[in-house]
Each structure stands twice: as structure tokens, then as C-alpha cells.
């Protein structure tokens, strides 16, 4: 939290009959807390690990055990449990001693994997960092981790003469080079990656899946990933960024920035050489395409295989937000943008069902019966032969652009995406996906005035999923030996998505590594800690780059509480004014009337010109608050307490 001088408001206007999502918001709060104990109590053991004795690949798994409780540091910043910090920090030492056995971390780090991987792992200690910047040994931990990709680290993942990250697999025992030894003979065998076609498609003899079934196929199949596919840098490395982002966030060492923005504009560079759309390999020299054959495309997690958009679209927006916190200037936006552009002017019009798709059971939950609709679908993937694997545009992505940046540009592509949608952004549907995202549409639609029952609807699906996820952990008898890697992840009955978005103004994270700068934060001044109040709901329903207008309640009748709201998760904002109402006296009115008497609310505008300011909520009591800010007033950091 900040520490300039802060506005104290006090709340009067009477909660009279309370709103429906602010008792569901409460409750939600309470179920969660419950929830993340039971998943503690059935899958992870007194030191924190996970109850696992399955078998785990060479260099996969990793990011698994941490994905189990990603969410949990970000419960705690929007107001769960007092304990629940102490939780994600025994978990993450537990897992870290965990994978440590297992050969898979050196010296707490990841010992060498790639970044669509590494960026998922990385979500539950950032979350730690975000929520308790005063903890010593994870500030030091956050700059060990970015200390391994500066130049001269004796780690030797970067190269700064070539200004990349040397091998797509990397981490604590510097540059990986080659894929794992599971993929060193890449059959027709491995079924589940068929639907993702060939990892490189000029191989001659090889021009479909089934060539795979030939063992000398094969072999040259294998050998020729790890030769190709297995060196030189890599869009996903982007993430990669977050890493230093998260140090300098402590105390702006510019060492972490200066690398990051420098790493940032090489790729900027190299989008502009390639017509501006971001290439997905640089070989060991530094040059687009060295190891193939020239083309933009064909490295790991790249735009031809396996996941094209799903993969790149991430890491381009990850990096494109933390240029923005490191004040590198809007070209380096581009990196997020021109990605995005580039699909959407490929795009078609048909429907989810019957069109061929790498990755289709994640659209079938988010659009149900619409899944049968004619609507837009972009290409995902690019080869030789062009754009293809159509799918619908994943919304996160031109989201957190939006959020990040404010400007109308970002704001029209979400809104050409909408107008070529053919179905109603308005409906809420109770899914779940890995993400723990995809409900930006709805929530768009509210935010635009157009879903006033957005909050309630949200708050019920969240309730449902989180009370699915319980009682499946309470009928799980699986045992720890056949227990699939996944397993804790699919399970994990901690929800966030909703709180974010109606507490702070904030989409969900981008899930392969990103950070969370919130639009607005809380701090909970009767318990010295981040979070809302016990008894306290908060509902954002309007987010512009310069203005925000929440809503904060107090449920409760016995307790009074104070909370500061600060513009920014990161101290980055500053609140100019604030438009505010206020009711007079006269409530709850006569005892011998039927009905409380209508209170007399008068609006007025207040001065703030501070980071925060604070306000004094008695039992009963609500107020909203239509902030005028300044967005990137100060460098962001991570705060601690507000003064």
C-alpha cells in the first residue's frame, strides 16, 4: 500500500434491504475458506507437499504441484482467511522440497523447462510476493529466480550479444538444450498429442500423423525436435520477463528492468523485421527462422505446433503488460497487439460444432447451446500452407491489453470481436475451466451497462463450482499411486475469477505467467493486513482508464470496520477526486412505522490527491465511491501497509 496522505470517509447511507450480491459475495468468502482446507486436509501432507507416488516425466510435472494452489495467495489479497498466507507459503516450500527429490527443482528453481510450463508454476509464488512484499525470504527467492537470466549470471540462460534466451528449456541449470528423452523416438504412439499434428511439417516422407507409425519415422521425427525445436530462443520465453518484473517490484533495482526491457525490445525488433507479427523462434545466433529454413514459425510452443495463439497470444500479452508496469513506452504494446490483429483479420464465421479444432471441449463448456451457432472463429495456427485451427477468440487476451493500457484502440477490438460474435455476451454459464477464467464476455456486458445481473449470476455459478469441487474431494478415494498428475488442479475448489472482476475491477491473470496488477486494492485496517473486511462486499461497475466506481457494503450489524482502497494493486495510481453520497441522519426511523423512512442522499466531490483513501463503514452502512484517478502516477512496487 501507499503511504501519502489519505482521504477518511464515512459511510451513512443505510444498507436497507441488502443487495443480493453483496450477501453472495460474503458467502462466497466463507465457502472458500472451507474449501481450501478441505483440499489441504485430503491431498497434502503435514509438510505441505502433495500426497503423490505416480510416476513423473524427465522434465514435466513441475508446474503441476504448484498449479494446485495458484489462486490461494490471491484469495487471501481480496480478504480470505488471516491463515491462508501461511498456507500458500508452507505449500509452496512443501511442493519445493517436493520436486526437489524428484529432480525436477535445483536450488528452488525450476531445474530447466520451457515457459508455457514454467510461467504456469510461477503463479502461486508471485501471488505470495504480490500478497506479503514485507516477507525477507521470499524477496530474496524473487531475486535469485531473476538473477538466473540477467547477462553474466553463471546460470548462461541468456546471451546478451545475441539478446536471447539460449534453449526453449531452461531455469536454474541454465540452457536444457533438446526436448525431453520421452520425445526422443516421437511416435504415432503418443496419442494424446495427435490432435496437435506434426510437431514440424517438412520432413521429408513424414506429411501426416500415421507416418509417425513407422519406427525409423519416428526417430528422424525425434531427433529432428530436439536439433531444431530443442535450441535457440522462443516466443513463450517472453514470460520469462515476469520474472524480473517481480524483483524490481521490491526495490526497482534497475538491473531487472533494464534486462527486461532490453529482452522486451529484441522480440519488438523482431516483429517489426517480420511485417509486425510476432515470430515464434530465433536460432542460436540471434536470427528469425535459422533453424527453419527461414520461416517466422515452427518453434516449441510457437505458431505451428501445439498450441499457436494459446501459447504465443499469452506470453505477447504478458509481455505487453509488463512493459507497462516497467514504463517502456506504448510501441512495446505491440508485442500483445499485433498477435491478435493478425487472426482476427483472418477470421471466419462458423460455428464451434463440426469445425475442426485442436482444442475444442473449453468451447463447448463456455458457449454451450451457442456451440451450434455461426460465430467468429480466428485461426489459432500458421504453417506453410497458411493460417488454420480456427477457434474462438480467447477474450483474456484483448482484456488485459484493455486493462493494461486504457486506450480506445484496445477498447474497439474487443468490440469488433463482439460484433462478430453470434452469441449474447450476456449469458452466464456455470463452467469451470483450467484458466479458472472465461467469463469476460458477461462481465464485459455488465461493465457496459448491458448485464445488470452480472454480479448475482456470477456469484451463484462460483458458489455452484466451488461446492461441485468439495463434494467431489469428499468422494475421492483415489489413491496417491494412480493419481493423475492433473488431478489436484482439476479439483482445486479455490475461486477467484469473480472476486477479481466485481472487487477490483480486474480480469482473472493470464494463467502461463502473468502478474496481477489489480485496478483497485483493499486493506483491512482492523486487521493490518490486504484484503476487505469480515462483512464487507465491494462491486465495481465501471472501469475506464481514468475512473472507477465501486460500491462497498457492510453486511454485518454488531462490528464497525475501516478499509482503505487504493488506486492500483501495485501503488501505481493516484485517486484526483472522488464523487461520493452521502445520507442524512433520520434512519432507522420511528420504531411504530411499518417501513424505515426513504433516506435524503446528497452527492458531493471531494480532493483526494493520494495513492488511497480510507473509509469508516458502520454496521449497515453503504458507499459508493466514483474515483477519478491518474493510472500511472508513480513507479508500481509492491506495498506494504498504507499510513
Request: aromatic content about 8%; glycine content about 10%.
Amino acid at each position: 500500500m501507499t503511504s501519502d496522505r489519505s482521504v477518511v470517509l464515512t459511510a451513512t447511507v443505510p444498507v436497507g434491504t441488502p443487495p443480493v450480491w453483496a450477501l453472495l459475495q460474503r458467502r462466497l468468502f466463507d465457502v472458500l475458506d472451507d474449501a481450501w482446507r478441505a483440499f489441504a486436509d485430503r491431498y497434502c501432507a503435514p509438510d505441505g507437499s502433495l500426497r503423490y507416488a505416480g510416476r513423473v516425466e524427465e522434465r514435466d510435472g513441475g508446474d503441476d504441484f504448484y498449479e494446485a494452489f495458484f489462486n490461494w495467495p490471491v484469495l487471501y489479497r481480496l480478504g480470505g482467511a488471516d491463515d491462508l498466507l501461511d498456507a500458500s507459503k508452507h505449500h509452496w516450500r512443501g511442493v519445493t522440497a517436493q520436486l526437489t527429490e524428484l529432480g525436477l527443482v535445483v536450488d528452488e528453481f525450476e531445474r530447466g523447462y520451457d515457459w508455457f510450463h514454467l510461467g504456469e508454476s510461477m503463479l502461486l509464488f508471485y501471488g505470495i510476493c504480490a500478497a506479503d512484499p514485507a516477507d525477507p525470504e521470499f524477496a530474496a527467492r524473487a531475486r535469485k529466480f531473476a538473477d538466473l537470466y540477467l547477462p553474466g549470471s553463471p546460470s548462461g540462460n541468456y546471451d546478451p550479444v545475441a539478446r536471447i534466451i539460449r534453449a526453449p528449456h531452461n531455469g536454474a541449470g541454465g540452457p536444457r538444450f533438446g526436448l525431453q528423452k520421452e520425445w526422443a523416438s516421437y511416435g504415432a504412439d503418443l496419442t494424446s498429442m495427435s490432435r496437435f499434428g506434426l510437431p514440424l511439417r517438412d520432413l521429408d516422407g513424414i506429411t501426416r500423423w500415421d507416418d509417425l507409425a513407422d519406427p525409423a519415422h519416428a526417430r528422424r521425427m525425434g531427433d529432428a525436435m530436439n536439433a531444431r525445436i530443442g535450441r535457440g530462443d522462443t516466443a513463450v520465453d517472453l514470460a520469462a520477463t515476469s520474472l524480473a518484473v517481480n524483483a524490481w517490484l521490491y526495490d526497482h533495482d534497475d538491473r531487472y528492468r533494464d534486462w527486461a526491457l532490453d529482452y522486451l525490445g529484441a522480440w519488438h525488433e523482431r516483429a517489426v523485421a517480420c511485417g509486425g507479427v510476432l515470430p515464434d523462434n530465433v536460432g542460436p545466433g540471434g536470427t528469425v527462422g535459422e533453424l527453419h529454413d527461414g520461416r517466422w514459425y515452427g518453434g516449441l510452443y510457437g505458431w505451428s505446433w501445439p498450441h499457436g495463439l494459446y501459447s504465443v497470444g499469452n506470453a505477447a500479452v504478458v509481455a505487453s503488460v509488463n512493459s507497462v508496469l516497467l514504463g517502456g513506452g506504448d510501441e512495446l504494446l505491440s508485442l500483445g497487439r499485433a498477435p491478435l490483429d493478425a487472426v482476427l483479420d483472418h477470421g471466419i464465421e462458423a460455428p464451434v460444432t463440426g469445425t475442426d479444432m485442436s482444442i475444442s471441449d473449453r468451447w463447448l463448456a463456455e458457449l454451450g447451446d451457442d456451440a451450434d451457432r455461426p460465430t467468429l472463429l480466428v485461426p489459432n495456427r500458421h504453417a506453410d500452407t497458411g493460417w488454420f485451427d480456427h477457434q474462438p477468440p480467447q477474450l483474456g487476451l484483448p482484456l488485459w491489453l484493455l486493462h493494461a493500457s486504457g486506450a480506445e484502440s484496445d477498447r474497439d477490438r474487443l468490440e469488433r470481436i463482439r460484433k462478430a460474435s453470434g452469441y449474447d455476451w450476456r449469458t452466464v454459464r456455470a463452467f469451470r475451466n483450467k484458466e479458472e477464467a472465461g467469463h469476460e464476455a458477461p462481465w464485459l456486458a455488465y461493465l457496459n451497462g448491458d448485464n445488470p445481473d452480472y454480479p448475482a449470476e456470477i456469484l451463484r455459478v462460483a458458489l455452484g463450482q466451488a461446492a461441485r469441487r468439495l463434494e467431489l474431494i469428499a468422494a475421492d478415494t483415489t489413491d496417491p499411486s494412480d493419481m493423475h498428475i492433473h488431478h489436484w488442479q482439476r479439483i482445486n475448489p479455490v475461486l477467484t475469477e469473480a472476486l477479481l472482476q466485481l472487487t477490483t475491477g480486474t480480469p482473472q491473470v493470464l494463467y502461463n505467467g502473468g502478474l496481477l496488477p489489480t485496478r483497485l486494492a483493499y486493506w483491512d485496517a482492523g486487521r493490518g493486513r490486504p484484503g476487505l473486511p469480515p462483512d464487507v462486499a465491494a462491486l465495481v461497475d465501471t472501469v475506464t482508464a481514468d475512473r472507477v466506481r465501486v460500491e462497498l457494503v457492510h453486511t454485518g450489524h454488531r462490528h464497525p470496520r475501516t478499509v482503505v482502497v487504493q488506486a492500483g494493486g501495485f501503488g501505481e495510481g493516484r485517486i484526483e477526486r472522488v464523487v461520493t453520497e452521502s445520507a442524512q441522519s433520520g434512519h432507522p426511523g420511528d420504531p411504530r412505522a411499518y417501513v424505515a423512512p426513504e433516506p435524503v442522499l446528497h452527492s458531493g466531490e471531494i480532493p483526494v490527491g493520494a495513492g488511497h483513501l480510507t473509509v469508516e463503514l458502520p454496521p449497515g452502512r453503504r458507499i459508493r465511491l466514483d474515483l477519478r484517478l491518474t493510472p500511472r502516477h508513480r513507479p508500481p512496487s509492491h506495498q506494504t501497509a498504507p499510513v
